[in-house]
C-alpha cells in the first residue's frame, strides 16, 4: 500500500510539472525563446526588435521595464546601497551589506521589500536627492546599447519599473526624455520615509491610465520586458507586440559610452566613486580603518613638514603627484613688485596646495566658500572672497602686491571633463596670468560634495588607496590692459581664451554653466554657505 500512494504521488508531481504548464500559456511564456502567439498578441525574443524600422514617432507607444530591458546589470543592488550609503550614512550602507546573505535566500519580491525598508526607513522626504543627484550617473553607466538605440525609434516612451520611483524618474526623464515614469510609491508619514512600498495595484493603475490617455486606436503599444517580470502579462491586453529579454541577451549587451548620452552627464553628487557591488562594498568596509589612519598621516605630513619631506612621504604613501612645469615662465617674471597670478580650474578644495607643493613656493589662495575647518587647516595662506566686485579686486590687489596669488574662477569644482564658466575678475587684477590645468582621479571616494559636509573633502580625497593630481603649468596669458581688441568686454574675452587654453589642455569641454547653475540642480539652493 505504502509503494502504491509512493508511485501515485510521484505521478501526480510529474502531472504538474511537465503537463499542467501547457494548458496556461503565460507560464509558457515565462521561459519560451521562440516567436509564438497568444490571443493575438506576439511575444518576440528580444534582439529581434534591435532591427525593427518601421516604427512611426507618431504612432508608437513604447513600454519598457527599466531593470529588465533598460539596464544591463542584473541586480539592483549597488543601487540601494548607493541610497543606503549617500542618503542614510555609514552605518545604514553596514547593516545592507550585513543584509546581504539574507537577500540571496528570499525571494525577488520580499529581497526588494527589505532593501526598500533598509534604505528608506526613517529618511526625510525633503533632503532626499540622490534620485537626481547621485544616481542618474550610475544608471547612465549601466544603459545598454542596444536598448537606447531602441527608444530613440520609438514615439512615446514610458519606462516601467518596480523600484520606488523616488530613485529613477529624475534619470529617465532628465537624461532620456521619457515621457512618462511609472514606478512603485513609497510610503510617508509627517515628512519621512516609511520604508514600505505602494501596493502594485496603484502603479498598474497608473500605468493604465497612461496607455488610455494616449488613445489606443491611434498608436500601436509595444512593451519590452523581462522573462521573470510581470509586465507582459500585465499589458497582454494592451500591446500589439510583446519583446522578451533574457539574461543569456543582457551578458552580450554593451553599456553606452559617455559620447552616446542623449544629454551631457556634467554635475553629479555623493561620496562613493565607484559601483556598490556587494564585493566592492565589502571591500570598502575593510579599507575604512586602513584607509583613516593613513589619510592622517597624509594629512599631518603635508601640514606639519616642509616640501622636501612632505612630498616623499605622500608618494611613499600611494599618493600620485606630477607636474608639468612650463620652463619658459622661469625667466619672464621681470616684475618683482608685484606677484604671479596663477588661474586653475577646480577640481577639489586642494587644488592650490597642490599647486604649491607641485611649484615649492608659497602661494595665496582666494576662496569662495571655504568652511572655517579647512582655513584653520590649511597650510598655505587663504584669503575669503566677499562675492562684491570692488571689495574683492582691491583684496586681490593687496594679495598680488605681496606675493603670488592662485584663483579659481569656476568657483565651484566639478567632477566630470568640463569647464564651468570663468569668472572675469582676475582678468583685471594683472599682466602677468599663468592658466594651470589641475586634474583629479579617484578610485574610492570623491572629495567634492554639494550636499554634505565640506570640511570632510580633503579628508575623503586623501582617504582613498592611490589618490593622483596632475598639474600642467600652460603658457602665460596677458590680462586686461595688455590684451588685443580692449573696450569692456575684453575682461570677458580674456576669462574666455583662458577657459578654452585650460580645456584644450585637458581635453574637457567649455561650458556656460555657473556655481550657481551646479547648485540648484544638486542641491537645491544657490550654493551660498555661512561664514561662520
Known amino acids: 500500500m505504502a509503494k502504491f500512494f509512493m508511485n501515485y504521488f510521484s505521478f501526480f508531481f510529474l502531472y504538474r510539472l511537465v503537463f499542467k504548464p501547457s494548458k496556461n500559456p503565460k507560464t509558457f511564456h515565462r521561459t519560451a525563446s521562440n516567436i509564438h502567439a497568444n490571443e493575438g498578441k506576439l511575444y518576440h525574443k528580444y534582439p529581434s526588435f534591435a532591427h525593427e524600422a518601421n516604427l512611426s514617432k507618431d504612432q508608437t507607444l513604447l513600454i519598457f521595464n527599466v531593470e529588465d530591458a533598460l539596464l544591463k546589470s542584473p541586480s539592483l543592488f549597488p543601487y540601494f546601497m548607493l541610497v543606503a550609503f549617500e542618503a542614510g550614512g555609514l552605518l545604514r550602507a553596514f547593516i545592507l551589506i550585513l543584509s546581504y546573505p539574507l537577500l540571496c535566500l528570499v525571494g525577488e519580491d520580499m529581497r526588494l521589500k527589505i532593501m526598500v525598508f533598509v534604505c528608506f526607513f526613517g529618511v ?186 612632505s612630498i616623499p612621504i605622500l608618494a611613499y604613501s600611494g599618493f600620485q603627484l606630477s607636474l608639468s612645469p612650463n620652463p619658459s615662465l622661469r625667466s619672464s617674471n621681470t616684475r618683482k613688485t608685484r606677484g604671479r597670478l596663477y588661474v586653475c580650474n577646480h577640481k577639489t578644495l586642494l587644488d592650490p596646495l597642490y599647486l604649491s607643493f607641485s611649484l615649492q613656493k608659497e602661494l595665496t589662495a582666494v576662496t569662495y566658500s571655504l568652511s572655517r575647518v579647512s582655513e584653520l587647516l590649511a597650510p598655505i595662506k587663504t584669503v575669503r572672497l566677499a562675492r562684491d566686485r570692488d571689495q574683492d579686486s582691491k583684496m586681490m590687489e593687496k594679495m598680488l602686491n605681496e606675493g603670488d596669488l592662485v584663483v579659481c574662477p569656476e568657483g565651484t569644482t566639478c567632477r566630470e571633463p568640463y569647464l564651468l564658466r570663468f569668472s572675469p575678475l582676475f582678468a583685471e587684477m594683472s599682466d602677468d596670468i599663468v592658466p594651470v590645468a589641475m586634474d583629479s582621479h579617484v578610485s574610492m571616494f570623491y572629495g567634492t ?65 555657473t556655481r550657481r547653475d551646479k547648485y540648484l540642480i544638486l542641491a537645491g539652493n544657490e550654493g551660498i554657505v555661512n561664514k561662520s
Open 124 to 309: 526625510k522626504t525633503k533632503s532626499f536627492r540622490i534620485g537626481s543627484a547621485v544616481l542618474p550617473k550610475f544608471f547612465l553607466e549601466d544603459v545598454a546599447v542596444e536598448t537606447l538605440e531602441v527608444l530613440k525609434k520609438g514615439g512615446k516612451k514610458v519606462g516601467f519599473s518596480n523600484v520606488p520611483r523616488v530613485m529613477i524618474e529624475s534619470f529617465l526623464r532628465d537624461y532620456l526624455d521619457i515621457d512618462f515614469v511609472v514606478g512603485r510609491e513609497v510610503k510617508v508619514f509627517r515628512g519621512y520615509f516609511l520604508g514600505v512600498m505602494e501596493d502594485k495595484k496603484q502603479s498598474n493603475a497608473a500605468l493604465e491610465t497612461i496607455i488610455g490617455s494616449q488613445g489606443l486606436g491611434n498608436c500601436d503599444v509595444i512593451g519590452i520586458s523581462g522573462f521573470k517580470g510581470s509586465l507582459q502579462y500585465h499589458l497582454s491586453s494592451h500591446c500589439k507586440e510583446i519583446y522578451l529579454v533574457r539574461n543569456a541577451d543582457k551578458r552580450s549587451w554593451q553599456r553606452i559610452r559617455r559620447d552616446e548620452y542623449l544629454k551631457p552627464l556634467i554635475f553629479h553628487d555623493g561620496r562613493l566613486a565607484f559601483m556598490p557591488t556587494p564585493l566592492a562594498t565589502l571591500a570598502m568596509f575593510m579599507w575604512l580603518p586602513f584607509g583613516i589612519t593613513l589619510s592622517m598621516i597624509r594629512a599631518i605630513s603635508g601640514i606639519l613638514l616642509p616640501y622636501r619631506l
Open 449 to 513: 560634495t554639494a550636499g554634505g559636509l565640506k570640511c570632510l573633502d580633503p579628508l575623503f580625497f586623501i582617504m582613498n588607496p592611490r589618490p593622483s593630481y596632475n598639474v600642467r603649468v600652460l603658457d602665460g596669458v596677458y590680462g586686461l590692459s595688455s590684451f588685443l581688441g580692449g573696450g569692456e568686454r575684453s575682461r570677458f574675452d580674456v576669462a574666455n581664451h583662458v577657459q578654452s587654453e585650460i580645456g584644450k589642455a585637458l581635453g574637457f569641454g567649455c561650458t556656460r554653466l
